[in-house]
């Protein structure tokens, strides 16, 4: 959302002088709001700041760490998306945005969760790194952009914060929140393939300290493969400015899509397949709901320390059943035409409900103890997650859907099956967790960062093993109590200059995504014994060490973060051959390691920069179980050598604003079977955006942008047998409208 421009804006930025950004919004759980306070029992003085996620692609606050800070005291690679960065670009999805982030691939997969996100090679959504405000967020589900503040990207390890995962990296998904501001913005996008978007971001101030905000969006396009989304995110603040300010939300987001086809490898290298080209099924489907409130509760006291607890609980239903397709036996590049004949098949359709209700609470002070100065900062959290799911009794894993040739895509196929759905398992788990954490300041120069937390995991898994008559509900118990711990030390000789180096612990229970499988056939009691034997396996552990340096140039209008890091999970989970490969044993390492680099801000007056490039020349199979030895010493997958994004904005008149950007990455490779070795090669590529917008007054604006202008064929999202391609040329028309 551009900066406000119209005099309803000025106007009403001349009456913030009482207002508060909701005491850093619970330990900065993500809600920036346009000022922020420091308040005395009876009195509050207020400061007023600029929300620059609205109008720069610089930021240089975070709230990914519990706790609103300045990006230079966090000691670990970050990278922040901003909302302006999301316009500019016209990103409407979390893994658009995503792929704007150096060092971040996605597999495709056909587990149901339709693709996962790898951060240095290790994943993300299967381990419960996905974050709203600072809470997890692990469910399945579409994300779309139009109720995003920014998107943090936190590298390395950090479970000493968030609890399990965390290998290589979270994603937060900060959301927006009351203004104390009379400001709103309409845009309307429509573009090729019958593209069409509208969002809404409606904001009034309702008293001295209250102010209500909804944000709204719709979304279709068809081209084969077809998008039809809607949301809608109201949300209440009241006592802003006030020692207790409080927030209240709701957020809803409705999904029915037909997914794009999963493609061979074979035909990045032919001509005639477009990357908008539609294999699939009519009837494809990817359906979904995800329905949530919140409240949040900031106390500011009088001596300056801050306690923040927010509360989350939703329900996210969905469904998928898709497609891939194969080419015919025999096709080479030779006789590869129009004419050749493909194959569809459907994956296992799936179907999920899941429930989570999350708690936090988090209490921060600045004092001084034995002399020195220490930035404290404590917490609990718990958690509470169900799911119910369910596989088709009647369609499974590579359901016949017809054929068709490359030559006629979108063919209208319509599969005379539909799935019926049929309990497959189910769980209750609770977590529960407390830590502490200690900034402090040895001298002007040098502060030291040590972090300790626990957790506790309590789970109950059922699953459903054997067909008909011989189907078996069986029980998996996971119980775990962990520790985790973070250490850094920070040098910081100017206001503008820091250096760090810091080492932090992470880990992963048996359940991740508190799923248990058998890895082997047998009656049902010995899938059943398999399944427990897996639970009962001690999590996975990770650890990161990385240095670094961040140094703000031009009056700080320009931003450069350089991290050189080595990121390993050890006593990772392998099979073992004397249980015939169906229970884990902890036996395997890997690691990677390589050089992340960011350039953010306005190099000069009217020119504007986003840079994220990582490079990563280093990823290996250190140690494996008895079933995998001779993957040990290979590299794994999903770590591109080479990968980022650069965007670069220039103000050619007061009214002329263009735009330019490439997002790239060397050659990569899906993880090959149930191994992270590599599998299936997909070659490097590079994709060109652009972007043009006029001011046709303060308050009204037209944009023209452009996707892949280049037309360019890559895959995006990797399977061993199957990947997906990349978004086709796209040119999409935008009014901008504020009030």
């Known amino acids: 959302m551009p900066r406000p421009q119209g005099k309803a804006f000025k106007n009403n930025m001349g009456r913030n002088a009482c207002g508060i950004s909701l005491g850093a919004l619970a330990a900065g759980f993500g809600f920036a709001l346009p000022v922020t306070a420091q308040t005395t029992l009876g009195k509050v003085t207020v400061q007023d700041e600029v929300n620059e996620s609205r109008d720069s692609v610089q930021t240089r606050r975070t709230s990914v760490g519990r706790g609103e800070q300045d990006i230079r005291d966090v000691p670990q690679s970050l990278s922040v998306v901003t909302e302006k960065l999301l316009q500019d670009r016209k990103i409407d999805s979390l893994n658009e945005a995503l792929r704007l982030t150096a060092g971040v691939s996605f597999s495709a997969a056909e587990n149901g969760t339709q693709q996962d996100t790898f951060i240095r090679g290790f994943s993300v959504a299967q381990v419960g790194d996905l974050l709203i405000d600072g809470m997890k967020d692990p469910s399945l589900y579409d994300r779309d952009t139009f109720n995003y503040d920014r998107i943090e990207v936190l590298r390395g390890s950090a479970s000493t914060i968030f609890g399990r995962g965390s290998t290589g990296g979270v994603v937060n998904q900060v959301n927006k929140a009351p203004m104390l501001a009379d400001v709103s913005e ?7 393939e019958n593209y069409r978007r ?40 009241f006592g802003l400015g006030t020692k207790d300010e409080i927030t209240l939300g709701l957020f809803y987001l409705y999904v029915h899509n037909i997914p794009k086809a999963g493609s061979p490898y074979a035909v990045l290298g032919y001509e005639n397949v477009e990357p908008d080209n539609y294999y699939g099924a009519a009837n494809d489907f990817l359906r979904g709901k995800a329905t949530y409130g919140m409240v949040r509760h900031v106390r500011n006291f009088a001596d300056g320390g801050v306690l923040r607890t927010q509360l989350r609980s939703g329900k996210f239903d969905r469904s998928v059943w898709y497609s891939t397709y194969r080419l015919a036996n025999g096709t080479i590049a030779a006789n590869f035409g129009p004419g050749t004949v493909i194959t569809r098949f459907g994956l296992t359709p799936r179907s999920d409900a899941y429930r989570g209700s999350y708690g936090q609470s988090d209490y921060s002070k600045e004092l001084t103890g034995f002399g020195l100065k220490h930035r404290l900062l404590v917490g609990v959290d718990g958690a509470r997650e169900t799911a119910d799911r369910f596989a088709s009794s009647n369609v499974g894993a590579n359901f016949n859907k017809g054929t068709g040739t490359i030559g006629n895509p979108d063919d209208g196929f319509f599969v005379n099956a539909t799935p019926l759905w049929a309990p497959s398992n189910d769980y209750v788990s609770k977590n529960a967790g407390a830590f502490v954490q200690d900034l402090l300041e040895i001298t002007p120069t040098i502060r030291l960062l040590g972090g300790l937390r626990w957790d506790r995991i309590d789970g109950e898994f059922h699953t459903t093993v054997g067909t008909g008559g011989a189907a078996t509900r069986t029980t998996a118990d996971l119980k775990d109590s962990l520790l985790s711990h973070r250490a ?20 992963n229970t048996s359940g991740d995504t508190y799923q248990f499988t058998s890895a082997g056939g047998g009656t049902p009691a010995q899938q059943a014994a398999s399944i427990q034997r897996n639970a009962d396996t001690p999590p996975e552990k990770s650890r990161n060490f990385e240095v670094g340096a961040k140094l703000d140039w031009l009056d700080g209008d320009l931003s450069t973060r350089l991290a050189l890091f080595h990121t390993e999970k050890y006593n990772e989970r392998t099979t073992d051959a004397d249980f015939a490969g169906d229970a884990y044993l902890l036996s395997g390492k890997r690691h990677s390691e390589g050089v992340e ?20 020349p ?18 794994f997958g999903l770590l591109p050598r080479h990968s980022g994004s650069v965007w670069t904005t220039y103000q050619l008149t007061p009214k002329f604003r263009f735009g330019a950007g490439l997002t790239a990455s060397a050659e990569n490779y899906s993880i090959n079977g149930t191994t992270p070795t590599r599998g299936a090669r997909a070659p490097g590529f590079g994709v060109v955006d652009a972007l043009a917008e006029y001011r046709i007054s303060p308050d009204l604006y037209v944009q023209l942008n452009g996707t892949n202008l280049t037309d360019r064929t890559y895959a995006t999202e990797l399977y061993r047998g199957f990947m997906v391609l990349g978004q086709g040329r796209l040119v999409k028309a935008t009014v901008g409208f504020t009030f």
């Open 618 to 635: 280093n990823s290996q199979i250190d140690e494996a179980g008895s079933t995998a030895q001779a993957t040990v010493g290979l590299p």
């Open 198 to 237: 509208t969002t809404i971001d409606f904001n009034k101030r309702l008293g001295e300290t209250s102010a209500v905000r909804v944000n709204g969006m719709y979304q279709a396009s068809e081209n084969g493969f077809e998008t039809n989304k809607k949301g809608v995110a109201p949300s209440f603040s």
């Open 488 to 507: 850094a030390v920070l040098y910081q000789p100017t206001e503008t200059l820091s250096f760090h180096a810091s080492y932090g612990t992470s880990f």
């Open 597 to 616: 680099l960011e350039v953010v801000g306005r190099p000069m007056r009217k020119a504007e920069v986003y840079l994220s490039y990582a490079f990563i």
């Open 186 to 192: 309409f845009i309307l996008t429509g573009g090729g």
